[in-house]
Nanobody, 121 residues
Framework: VQLQASGGGLVQAGDSLRLSCAAS????????MGWFRQAPGKEREFVAT????????YYADSVKGRFTISRENAKNTVYLQMNSLKPEDTAVYYC???????????????WGQGTQVTVSS
């Protein structure tokens, strides 16, 4: 089982990035997919989550209105479109999959390796 996150990079404040997370090794049918991030010296924090059908989505207040999570189940892939990026969005971004998932990291069974997002001011 593998989750491969990609799409990170170095951008300026106000720019956009789209992260992708491709799952392989098993079917994630019915799984909740989520994005978390961890900045240097800080704990991992929830960013966004989406259920299997895409009908239930939730965002952290800090990214609401700027980030959009989506998924393509046929491709076993989840995306995080990040617009109007701010320096405080700088972190390693992790994707995760879980049968329960949602807001809590312990509720996700599978994790990607992380992709670095750096936003300069």
């Amino acid at each position: 089982v593998q989750l491969q996150a990609s799409g990170g990079g170095l951008v300026q404040a106000g720019d956009s990035l789209r992260l992708s997370c491709a799952a392989s090794g098993r079917s994630f049918s019915g799984y909740v997919m989520g994005w978390f991030r961890q900045a240097p010296g800080k704990e991992r924090e929830f960013v966004a989550t989406i259920n299997w059908s895409g009908g239930n989505i939730y965002y952290a207040d800090s990214v609401k209105g700027r980030f959009t999570i989506s998924r393509e189940n046929a491709k076993n892939t989840v995306y995080l479109q990040m617009n109007s990026l701010k320096p405080e969005d700088t972190a390693v971004y992790y994707c995760a999959a879980g049968r329960v998932g949602w807001l809590r990291a312990p509720d996700y069974e599978y994790w990607g390796q992380g992709t670095q997002v750096t936003v300069s001011s």
